[in-house]
């Protein structure tokens, strides 16, 4: 048992520093070297928990997702205040989402010449339509959503507003101190109760 946990351990190690290089140092910064010394160690300690670089990119965008799931998972609120949490662990509000939302973009832009890498970052992205499908439900319920207006359409709607704040947020590389970005996403939510 402790050689699995001590694997699984240094898999997590690896994927932690693969995120960080991607930030820091983009696509060609993640090579097995510039991984190995980020995670502090040996090539071949690299190598035997990620045999491919294919390998190695789909586990961080998986490792992505299942991060904001668990923060998700942790949320304890109803109604509106669980859609605004939950729809706010998808913005780059502070280091480690910044840090997760670089490296999804990082590893989107190479999917799109990546056949393989592809669906992991189409799994990811679509977990961003997942909350937004999720988040107008959750309003739906709670009263706070104007019968009027079509679930469907307001969650596509939801989901390009979501997309557009995050990349609005990564380039003015504002953290949450300065950020309108959550006010922006309140303010739609908001109206999304009127007729």
């Known amino acids: 048992m402790p050689r699995r946990i001590d694997a699984e351990a240094r898999t997590a190690a690896i994927a932690d520093a693969s995120l960080r290089v991607l930030e820091r140092d983009g696509l060609s910064g993640l090579s097995v070297r510039g991984v ?3 995670a502090g160690i040996a090539a071949a300690s690299l190598r035997r928990a990620f045999a491919t670089q294919h390998a190695l990119r789909e586990y961080c965008l998986q490792l ?10 942790a949320l304890e609120v109803t109604g509106r205040a ?3 949490e939950l729809l706010l662990q998808l913005l780059p509000l502070d280091k480690e989402r910044r840090l ?3 490296a999804q ?4 832009v190479l999917s799109l010449t990546d056949s393989e890498l592809r669906p ?3 799994r990811l992205s679509d977990g961003v339509a997942r909350a937004s499908h999720a988040a107008i439900q959750i309003l739906t319920e709670a009263g706070q959503f ?3 207006r079509d679930p469907e359409y307001e969650a596509q709607r939801l989901r390009a507003l979501l997309d557009g704040i995050a990349m609005g947020g990564l380039w003015s590389g504002e953290l949450p101190a300065s950020s309108e970005l959550p006010t922006v ?3 739609h939510l908001d109206q999304l109760a009127e007729p």
């Open 185 to 187: 996403l309140a303010r």
């Open 146 to 148: 104007h019968r009027g």
């Open 36 to 38: 190995a010394a980020e």
């Open 100 to 102: 997760e939302l670089v």
């Open 64 to 73: 992505i997702e299942n991060r904001v799931i668990a923060r998700v998972m």
């Open 105 to 108: 973009v990082q590893l989107g």
């Open 120 to 122: 992991a970052a189409v």
């Open 82 to 84: 669980l859609v605004d």
